[in-house]
């Protein structure tokens, strides 16, 4: 049983670029979830989604944007890399309320 | 704003030893807490919850404590191990509204067991 996988797990870019980290997840969760953690902070929600086609901002939205064209993939789309985008990026489902399933991260690096 | 705070970045106790994690919160809307564990290079793993119903919830050598007038939680871990060893984050969530799907989470505390 894969969980949540993320792709791909390391990247550099270069500042413009843009990007799509992937996420899928085998569980038939409904909510999927992208979060970033920054050094020294906690995990702070960019974009949600409660099921196919829905989706919506979280805290941290700008730069970011989501589509949810099946239950199980949620691909996060960075479209002008900035510096301020260097993060570790994590893809979560859950069925609902409480327990969330992380991906193992992605490392992202934009000079 | 946070609006879940833990305080200590770090905390070492001894192999055997209790481990006490402290959050507080200053939303009064949260009434679902969770605890997750996080090894470097991986993702968190959910550890413990425990909804504001209750003050106590167990699992193991895990333990969370609510005090919902001091909006304050704590996780005992009875006895330490250095397997233990790991970040520790505080989430919590609003179950009114349909929102009880989006956790904020404190900046984590980092625990040491040493043997």
């Known amino acids: 049983n894969a969980g949540v996988t993320q792709t791909p797990k390391f990247r550099i870019l270069k500042i413009g670029q843009s990007m799509t980290l992937q996420c899928t997840q085998d569980m038939n969760h409904n909510y999927m979830y992208w979060y970033r953690q920054d050094p020294g902070m906690g995990l702070k929600l960019i974009y949600y989604s409660v099921g196919a086609g829905i989706t919506d901002k979280g805290e941290v939205p700008n730069g970011y944007n989501v589509s949810r064209s099946t239950t199980e993939d949620f691909p996060l789309r960075l479209e002008l890399a900035a510096p301020s985008q260097t993060s570790v990026y994590f893809c979560a489902s859950s069925l609902g309320a409480g327990e969330l399933f992380f991906g193992e991260g992605s490392r992202l690096t934009v000079l | 704003d946070q609006q879940v705070k833990q305080n200590s970045p770090s905390l070492s106790v001894q192999e055997g030893r209790i481990s006490i994690l402290n959050c507080d919160y200053t939303n009064s809307m949260f009434d679902y807490f969770l605890w997750y564990k996080k090894y470097p290079a991986e993702g968190p793993t959910f550890l413990i919850s425990?909804?504001?119903?209750?003050d106590k919830n167990e699992d193991g050598r895990f333990t969370v404590f609510l005090n919902k007038s001091a909006k304050h939680l704590s996780l005992h871990i009875v006895p330490s191990q250095p397997g233990d060893s790991a970040v520790y984050f505080c989430a919590a969530s609003p179950i009114l509204g349909g929102s009880n799907y989006k956790l904020t989470f404190g900046k984590g505390t980092l625990l040491t067991v040493n043997p």
């Open positions: 425990i909804s504001s119903i209750k």
